[in-house]
């Protein structure tokens, strides 16, 4: 019986949603592996929605849902509905919507907020001893949601490769232990079942992120 995995998505695009390149690497890894996957997204409304070419804000509203089902062809379905029966692990991509539309990180840090939804499904998969997979700024959902947990972002310590590499810093303030690991490396947290990868945080070829994104959907099938 093939494996069944829910992807939470976040968005459409990294500066508003759900990182395209990610998500996609995700899909595809899932698809090599014969794995049966359920998208889900939360029908909320947008922090915001970014202008891609210029960075900036505009005056727009979307729906987090409704542009989530962009990348997965409309194959997707409200974050509300997901029933932990039905899938055997879980995994989030990253991009700023995780912070922006899963949780408040990117304007609150540690002190954020998360999705009601969001955080429901992963206290559910943990308890239930479900693997979970997080790539990006997506691990910051866990460090906030199950202290004492070890995670990777990528590096601790900022240069022109890791710029948000502070990130992990904030991490280990709400008690998570960072591991530091390559980009096209995932770190497994055995005992959590959890496991992380860097992606976009690294400054790094897109192929590069592709590998590191296989990595950690293949730990996280040996779990599952």
Not at 171 to 182: A, D, R, S
Request: hydrophobic fraction near 40%; glycine fraction near 8%; include cysteine.
């Amino acid at each position: 019986m093939a494996k069944r995995v829910a992807v939470i998505l976040a968005g459409c695009g990294v500066y508003d949603g759900s990182e395209i390149y990610e998500s996609s690497a995700v899909m595809i890894h899932l698809s090599r592996a014969n794995v049966k996957v359920n998208a889900y997204a939360p029908d909320v409304a947008q922090m915001h929605v970014v202008n891609h070419i210029k960075g900036e804000p505009t005056e727009e509203s979307r729906n987090v849902l409704t542009e989530s089902a962009r990348i997965v062809r409309g194959n997707i379905q409200d974050l509300a509905t997901l029933k932990l029966a039905d899938n055997d692990a879980l995994i989030i991509p990253g991009g700023f919507g995780v912070a922006k539309n899963l949780c408040t990180w990117a304007t609150q840090g540690k002190d954020c907020e998360v999705n009601p939804a969001v955080e429901k499904a992963i206290k559910d998969f943990h308890k239930a001893g479900k693997p979970l997979g997080l790539c990006c700024i997506s691990p910051v959902l866990a460090a906030k949601i199950l202290p004492g947990c070890e995670l990777t972002v990528g590096h601790d310590k900022e240069c022109e490769m890791w710029p948000n590499a502070n990130t992990a810093n904030v991490m280990k303030e709400l008690g998570c232990k960072h591991v530091n690991k390559h980009v096209k490396e995932a770190h497994v947290d055995a005992k959590n079942k959890i496991v992380t990868t860097s992606a976009f945080m690294c400054n790094a070829p897109v192929h590069e992120i592709f590998d590191g994104i296989g990595v950690m959907v293949e730990e996280v099938l040996k779990l599952a």
